[in-house]
């Protein structure tokens, strides 16, 4: 690539930053794109997924996703967000997209509880981690994560990811864990094969104690880089509990122009 080309993709690259305390860090992204008036999802006291649609206050239970509506993530075909997302997307009435969730990770009540709630909106609605059950902060470094920030105007959906660069720049956190340890991570995750690679581990800072990683002087200055098409999920994991709040400064550059 000359070094035109360079400065243009520099020029135009996204650079945000994601920030989350606890139960504020987005699993998945999910919307209604069938053709009744209202489609809602509701995540119960269970963690389990409840989908229903049809005339606005009159929705009833969504029987293309399951033969209740359900999905049961104590179940054993639907523990992994892997099985919870690809169910979702076998309905032609639903599409969701995983944002900090990895297709291993467990499914089984570790979604913040959420009343039934509108999700027919080009946006679609976000459902985020149960921070104190899966024991972790998860931010991503994707431009379709930058959209899901957005909370009524993203276009989580129509993001074309193929294009994209990404880079984790610098990682700020603290976990209160008490006993135990901490670790930060970073998964290079290709949606397109399912196939996600640890790249970064590094034990995390002692308990109640703010780190930071400053990753900016990898990769010839762009931070460390995953491979083209590919997101970034960048976590913080305790061991035997997990509450803090967790920031990364990431880019997204896009090629093809």
Known sequence: MNSDRIAIVNALAIQKAGYAADDQDIALQVRYIGSEASGKVEVNAGGDLVFTHGDL???AADTTVSTDGTIDVSGASENTFGEVVDAINASANW???LIG???ADSSNDTLLAMASTQANTAAGIALYWDTSVALTLTQAVSAKF???????DGAV???DEDNYINSVNEIYYKNTYGS???TITIYEVDRATSRETLLYSEVGAATTVAGTIDLTDVGNSW???GA???DLVVRMTGSAACTGFFRVIGTSRKFGY
């Not at 930058?146 to 009524?152: G, H, M, R």
Request: aromatic letters at 8%; proline letters at 0%.
């Open 146 to 152: 930058w959209e899901a920030q957005k909370t009524t």
């Open 223 to 225: 931070g460390l880089c």
């Open 101 to 103: 969730a990895l297709r």
């Open 157 to 159: 959906f129509d993001v």
């Open 57 to 59: 206050a009159s929705e």
């Open 180 to 182: 135990g340890t901490s």
């Open 228 to 230: 083209k098409g590919c």
């Open 95 to 97: 599409e969701a997209r």
